[in-house]
C-alpha cells in the first residue's frame, strides 16, 4: 500500500508544478521520478517522452501513464494518470467558478483578449517547432499546407480532414519506403 | 443519462484521433462542443484564457468545464476520464511492445505521416482562439479590433522567439493581459 499512496503523492505534486507543457515538465519529471524517487532512470525517461509526443492524446497523461506501468503495472499506471490529472480538474473547475462573474468587467475582458492573443502567440510558436519535426521533405509541406487549407477554409468536419490527411501521410511515406527497398535491391 | 453517453463518447473520441496533443486539441474541442450546442465559442475561450495560471494539460481544462457545463461534477468526471482512457490504454500497450513497436516501419510510416496534419490542427488552433471569438462580436475581418488583435498575436510570436531576454511563460501572459487592457 505503501508504494501507492508514494506515487498518489509524488504524481499529484507533479501536477501541481506542470505549468507551461513541454520541456517545463519534462524537468518537473526528471526531478521528481528519477532523481528524488528512481522509478525510472533518465534514458528511459527520454525514450518516455518521445513516444508519448508521437502518440495520440494527450503527451503528459501518455508519460505518466508509462511511468506508473513501469514502477507498479496497471493499478500503478492509474493511480499515476489519475492522481497527475486532479490538481488541473480541482484548479480549473473552482477558479472558474471564483472568477466566472468578473468576466464580463470591461478590463477583465479586455485582459482577457490580450491573454487569447498571447496564446495564439504560444501557439503559433509551437507550429514553428512541429515544422521542424514534421517536415522532412516537400511532400511534407503539401500534406501541411493542405490540411490548414482544409480546416481553415472549409466546414468539412475536422475528424475527417484529419483521417484524409493521415491515410495520405500513410500512403506517401510507405511508397517512399517501398522505393527506397527497390533502389537497394537494384545497387546489389 | 443519455447525456452523460454522449460526453463519454465525444470525449473518448477526441482522446483516441487527438495526434499531436496539446494546442492541436483544439479544434476538435471546438468542433464538438458548438456542434451539439454544449458550449458557446465565447465561453470556451474564456476558459482557455484561466487555464493559463492552471497547471496540468489544458485538456483536462477543457473536459472538465465543458463535462461540468452539460452534466454538472459528474459531467467533469466523465468528460475527463473518456478522454484521457485512450491515451492510457495506448501508453499501456506500448510499454508492453515497445521493442517490436520501434522496429515497425507500418507503424512509423503512420505515425510520422500524421505529423504533417498537426500543423493544420495548429493554425486552425490560432485562428479559432485568436481571432474568431472577435469575428464573432464584429462579423467582419476589416476592423481596427482585428488590424490590432493580428498585430498583436504576430509580434508576440516574434517575442517568444526573441534571443535576448528569456521570458518566463507566466510572465509573457501577465504581460499580453496588460497589454491587452491597454490596446482594446
Known amino acids: ?188 | 443519462m443519455s447525456t452523460l453517453i454522449d460526453l463519454f463518447l465525444v470525449f473518448l473520441k477526441i482522446g483516441a484521433i487527438s495526434f499531436g496533443g496539446g494546442y492541436a486539441m483544439i479544434p476538435f474541442f471546438e468542433t464538438e462542443m458548438v456542434s451539439h450546442n454544449w458550449v458557446s465559442l465565447a465561453d470556451y475561450v474564456k476558459v482557455i484564457a484561466i487555464a493559463q495560471v492552471v497547471p496540468g494539460p489544458f485538456a483536462v481544462d477543457s473536459s472538465s468545464y465543458i463535462g461540468f457545463k452539460v452534466a454538472g461534477i459528474v459531467g467533469a468526471i466523465v468528460a475527463t476520464i473518456a478522454l484521457c482512457i485512450p491515451s492510457f490504454v495506448a501508453s499501456v500497450i506500448i510499454t508492453k511492445f515497445y521493442t517490436q513497436f520501434k522496429a515497425n516501419r507500418y507503424v512509423n510510416a503512420l505515425l510520422m505521416g500524421v505529423r504533417p496534419a498537426v500543423l493544420g490542427l495548429l493554425l486552425s488552433a490560432a485562428y479559432i482562439i485568436g481571432l474568431k471569438p472577435l469575428y464573432q462580436t464584429t462579423h467582419t475581418f476589416m476592423s481596427l479590433t482585428m488590424l490590432k488583435a493580428f498585430i498583436m498575436a504576430v509580434a508576440g510570436y516574434f517575442v517568444l522567439n526573441q534571443k535576448k531576454v528569456k521570458i518566463g511563460t507566466f510572465t509573457f501572459i501577465a504581460a499580453t493581459a496588460v497589454v491587452g487592457i491597454l490596446l482594446f
Not at chain 1, 499512496?5 to 506542470?18: D, N, Q, R, S
Not at chain 1, 479586455?110 to 509551437?126: D, E, M, Q, R, Y
Not at chain 1, 511534407?140 to 499546407?145: G, K, P, T, Y
Open chain 1, 1 to 188: 500500500m505503501g508504494i501507492y499512496l508514494e506515487m498518489f503523492i509524488t504524481f499529484f505534486k507533479i501536477g501541481c508544478l506542470a505549468f507551461g507543457g513541454g520541456y517545463a515538465v519534462i524537468a518537473i519529471l526528471q526531478k521528481e521520478v528519477v532523481e528524488l524517487k528512481q522509478w525510472v532512470t533518465n534514458d528511459e525517461l527520454t525514450d518516455i517522452m518521445a513516444i508519448s509526443q508521437t502518440l495520440p492524446g494527450i503527451i503528459f497523461v501518455n508519460s505518466a501513464t508509462m511511468i506508473g506501468y513501469r514502477k507498479k503495472g496497471l493499478l500503478g499506471a492509474t493511480v499515476a494518470t489519475i492522481t497527475s490529472c486532479l490538481p488541473t480538474f480541482l484548479l480549473i473547475l473552482l477558479l472558474t467558478f471564483v472568477i466566472w462573474g468578473f468576466t464580463d468587467n470591461p478590463i477583465v475582458h479586455k485582459a482577457f483578449i490580450g491573454i487569447l492573443l498571447g496564446v495564439t502567440a504560444l501557439i503559433l510558436n509551437s507550429v514553428k517547432k512541429t515544422w521542424k519535426t514534421a517536415v522532412k521533405h516537400y511532400s511534407d509541406v503539401i500534406l501541411a499546407l493542405l490540411s490548414a487549407a482544409l480546416m481553415l477554409f472549409t466546414n468539412i468536419n475536422v475528424v475527417i480532414v484529419l483521417l484524409l490527411l493521415a491515410a495520405l501521410g500513410f500512403a506517401k511515406n510507405i511508397y517512399f519506403l517501398k522505393k527506397e527497398e527497390k533502389q537497394h535491391v537494384n545497387a546489389h
